[in-house]
């Protein structure tokens, strides 16, 4: 069975601000994918990035980066150049390649200050 | 290209009542995963369907909780009886082909409230 982790209930970072958000996760398997998705207070959820397993280099999508340790089966989110637009509920997700549902993690809420 | 759509957006029952909940795939689509998400929590996998189909329902309550998805039309998730702790939103999610759950794509979701 999968599992996904995120240890950090609540984060916040000052608007322009770097911040980084964790997720561990555990599977058996070596072929998966990984996710992050963004949900604002309107519930939609929304591919913020996505990671190979069998990528070696980390996935990038404008302010958003990822640092993806598979030996330590960690997967991180940095969000770089804050906006208040990047305040929602950010969960880590992930399936297997030939696998048939997404395992998310319980999300971190992430608020951006003025 | 409409994406995927879930009707409706928000639901109200009373405890006892039944709740059908709707989910129409993205053009071309034709396997359609369920999750729930309660308060504070993320979301978690019930059911996944193909057209006439149940191919994997290890998420689901046993009780009072069905699904479906026919040939012609929405997949229906269906809440017989509910109560207070069936409160949450639901979202359904479709993808072209089995196996391709990184091509998933998600509804808006419907947020039951059970009074």
């Known amino acids: 069975a999968q599992t996904v982790t995120q240890s950090q209930p609540e984060m916040s970072v000052q608007e322009a601000e770097t911040v980084t958000l964790s997720c561990t996760y555990d599977?058996?398997?070596?072929?998966?994918?990984l996710f992050w998705y963004k949900q604002p207070p309107s519930r939609q959820m929304i591919l913020v990035i996505r990671?190979?397993?069998?990528?070696?280099q980390n996935a990038t999508e404008n302010r958003f980066s990822v640092n993806f340790q598979k030996a330590a089966k960690s997967f991180s989110l940095k969000i770089s150049d804050s906006q208040l637009g990047d305040a929602a509920m950010y969960f880590c997700?992930?399936?297997?390649?030939?696998?048939?549902?997404?395992?998310f993690g319980p999300g971190t809420r992430l608020s951006v200050l003025p | 290209n409409a994406g995927v759509m879930q009707n409706p957006r928000h639901l109200v029952r009373r405890r006892g009542q039944e709740a059908r909940l709707r989910c129409s795939p993205m053009?071309?689509?034709?396997?359609v995963y369920w999750y729930r998400q309660l308060p504070e929590e993320g979301l978690k996998f019930m059911v996944y369907?193909?057209?006439?189909?149940?191919?994997?329902e290890s998420g689901m309550p046993k009780e009072r909780f069905s699904a479906e998805f026919p040939k012609e039309g929405p997949s229906i998730l269906r809440i017989q009886q509910v109560v207070r702790g069936d409160s949450a939103a639901y979202f359904c999610?479709?993808?072209?082909?089995?196996?391709?759950?990184?091509?998933?794509?998600f509804g808006p979701g419907t947020r039951l409230t059970v009074t």
């Open positions: 999610a479709s993808s072209r082909d089995r196996g391709q759950t990184y091509e998933q794509y």
């Open positions: 599977t058996s398997e070596s072929d998966y994918y």
């Open positions: 990671q190979e397993a069998y990528k070696q």
């Open positions: 997700a992930l399936t297997l390649v030939y696998g048939q549902n997404f395992v």
């Open positions: 053009k071309g689509h034709s396997h």
């Open positions: 369907l193909q057209k006439e189909n149940i191919i994997d």
